[in-house]
T-cell receptor, first 110, second 114 residues
Framework: KNEVEQSPQNLTAQEGEFITINCSYS?????LHWLQQHPGGGIVSLFM???GKKKHGRLIATINIQEKHSSLHITASHPRDSAVYIC????????????FGKGTLLTVNP | DTGVSQDPRHKITKRGQNVTFRCDPI?????LYWYRQTLGQGPEFLTY????????KSRLLSDRFSAERPKGSFSTLEIQRTEQGDSAMYLC????????????FGEGSRLTVL
């Protein structure tokens, strides 16, 4: 079992829908990243959080440390949101080594 | 552009050849990371530099892999005697001092070993 599990692996939505991507981890962590990867490779950090909730535009990330779970929400989804979304954690005691989930492929159809 | 840059973006080589990738991090970032990503998988940690010191090297890296960051600025990742299993995207990222910190990734160097 991977230390970082994401669900679903693939998600197809219609433009305007509310999207939720989940991340569960089995180790103690110091912080968690949500990353976005478009075809071709480039990865962009969307959020880094260690507690509570963060919001940036239409994106919202939450984390529950006790339940070892984080969610990424996209409101009013748009085709340009189509990408792979990756959850990654800094294991407790490490402030540099990330463990990554396999990613969730999101496709938003117009 | 002041982001993380990687070169080359694509490399096709024959099995047994040596290849070298370069990463130029954001200038004020003292932390530099190399990751490897294969199709359908998340990135895997390869190695980490803080300034010029290589503080950790993954067990994924065989003796054929070596990384350097001689002056604490740019870094190189060399793969000797490439094998088909080395085909992957090699990603570089950097972050500022302190931590855990926000990561900034390069576009990656895609290696294809024939």
């Amino acid at each position: 079992k991977n230390e970082v599990e994401q669900s679903p692996q693939n998600l197809t939505a219609q433009e305007g829908e509310f999207i939720t991507i989940n991340c569960s981890y089995s180790v103690g962590i110091s912080a968690l990243h949500w990353l976005q990867q478009h075809p071709g490779g480039g990865i962009v950090s969307l959020f880094m959080l260690s507690s509570g909730k963060k919001k940036h535009g239409r994106l919202i990330a939450t984390i529950n440390i006790q339940e070892k779970h984080s969610s990424l929400h996209i409101t009013a989804s748009h085709p340009r949101d189509s990408a792979v979304y990756i959850c990654a954690v800094y294991r407790g005691g490490s402030n540099y080594k990330l463990t990554f989930g396999k990613g969730t492929l999101l496709t938003v159809n117009p | 552009d002041t982001g993380v840059s990687q070169d080359p973006r694509h490399k096709i080589t024959k099995r047994g050849q040596n290849v070298t990738f370069r990463c130029d991090p954001i200038s004020e970032h003292n932390r530099l990371y190399w990751y490897r990503q294969t199709l359908g998988q998340g990135p895997e940690f390869l190695t980490y530099f803080q300034n010029e010191a290589q503080l950790e090297k993954s067990r994924l890296l065989s003796d054929r892999f070596s990384a350097e960051r001689p002056k604490g600025s740019f870094s190189t990742l060399e793969i000797q005697r490439t094998e088909q299993g080395d085909s992957a995207m090699y990603l570089c990222a950097s972050s500022p001092p302190g931590g855990p910190g926000e990561l900034f990734f390069g576009e990656g160097s895609r290696l294809t070993v024939l």
